[in-house]
């Protein structure tokens, strides 16, 4: 590039583009308060400039949110990035509205340089979807119910009908065409009970009946779950700790077990101590003839009297964190209980 092209190149002004940005942008302070804010953050919020600058931030924030977003505010103040941050704040109008932040700050000037993005519309729509979800398996499970039921109390009538045919001394029966329609009867009834039996047994067993298996290696899937979201491995420093020599690994289903342990470790980022880099380890053991994979990270971690009983439920949330569906360890519940087995805190 020619030098005269350089040189005005630098001179070019940010302004233009800082107040043009559809995206939300601003520059605050270590001590709380907007230094700066772009027209397009003033528009969605509705408040003045001024009033923008006169309270802190933590005002303007949703107050669910507030104690949270104050935590991962005092990293940025050791200078540690926060990337892919979502919270909530409140319009003059009282509406809330979902941000999503990467903000970069600078120790030496004591400003943080901060752009958001309103997803207000994609929380909505996901929390559609999942309201969605939670329907059609709640009708699922009604209606897996009623089969249930309606087979087993079918299945009492039926078993009566034989025990009556069991009573019943043919010998002293002496019409030909009685004895014929009864023994149409017993045929039927008996056949009746067999089909009876057999749905029984298809419903219990239906959820693993297609399900491919074949040997996992524990950690083949580790390094490919890894592979997969290593940028928010690396963004969010996680260590690991792992031991699998007490068991390679299992007999199972490749994709439920790539499901299992991409949820865990998502799940360990996700609910991470603001101040604390996640450390996971993972360890397998036999005993007593039970196969166990033992999974443990530092993170926030759950009121076990308040929640125990309710953790692998589905949309269930214990944390006021913005990201979280109430989904991922109901499917690793699903994923674990359909083939057999059992998982526990």
């Not at 005269?4 to 302070?29: H, V, W, Y």
């Not at 505010?73 to 926060?82: A, E, G, I, S, Y």
């Not at 903000?103 to 901060?114: G, H, R, V």
Request: aromatic share 10%; with cysteine; net charge neutral.
């Amino acid at each position: 590039m020619p030098e005269s092209r350089i040189q005005n190149t630098k001179n070019l002004s940010l302004e233009p583009f800082f107040n043009l940005s559809m995206d939300l942008l601003c520059i605050a302070g270590f001590d709380g308060y907007f230094k700066k804010v772009n027209p397009a953050l003033i528009q969605l919020l509705g408040y003045s400039e001024e009033e923008l600058f006169s309270r802190k931030i933590r005002e303007f924030i949703f107050e669910e949110d507030r104690d949270l977003t104050a935590r991962y505010r005092d990293n940025l103040k050791n200078n540690v990035p926060l990337v892919n941050y979502e919270n909530r704040y409140v319009c003059k109008s009282g509406e809330i509205i979902w941000l999503h932040w990467t903000s970069i700050p600078l120790e030496d000037e004591k400003l943080i340089y901060a752009i958001a993005k309103n997803i207000t519309h994609k929380k909505k729509l996901e929390k559609e979807r999942i309201d969605h979800l939670v329907n059609l398996v709640n009708k699922n499970q009604e209606l897996k119910q009623l089969n249930y039921t309606t087979s087993h109390n079918l299945r009492s009538p039926v078993n009566n009908l034989l025990s009556i045919f069991g009573f019943l001394d043919f010998s002293k029966i002496d019409d030909a065409d009685v004895l014929e329609t009864l023994d149409y009867m017993k045929m039927a009834t008996e056949g009746l009970n067999k089909s009876l039996n057999k749905y029984v047994d298809l419903l219990s067993n239906k959820d693993s009946a297609k399900i491919e298996l074949e040997e996992v290696d524990f950690m083949m899937v580790l390094k490919q779950v890894k592979l997969s979201i290593s940028s928010l491995l690396n963004n969010a420093n996680v260590t690991f700790k792992v031991d699998f020599s007490g068991l390679k690994g299992v007999r199972y289903n490749i994709n439920f077990m790539e499901s299992i342990f991409l949820n865990l470790l998502t799940n360990s980022i996700k609910y991470a101590r603001p101040d604390v880099a996640p450390v996971i380890s993972l360890t397998t053991r036999v005993e007593e003839g039970k196969k166990q994979l033992i999974y443990t990270d530092n993170g926030l971690g759950f009121d076990m009297e308040k929640f125990g009983d309710k953790i692998f439920g589905l949309n269930q949330k214990f944390h006021h964190n913005g990201d979280s569906k109430g989904v991922g360890l109901y499917l690793v519940y699903n994923h674990i209980t359909s083939l057999g087995g059992a998982i526990a805190i």
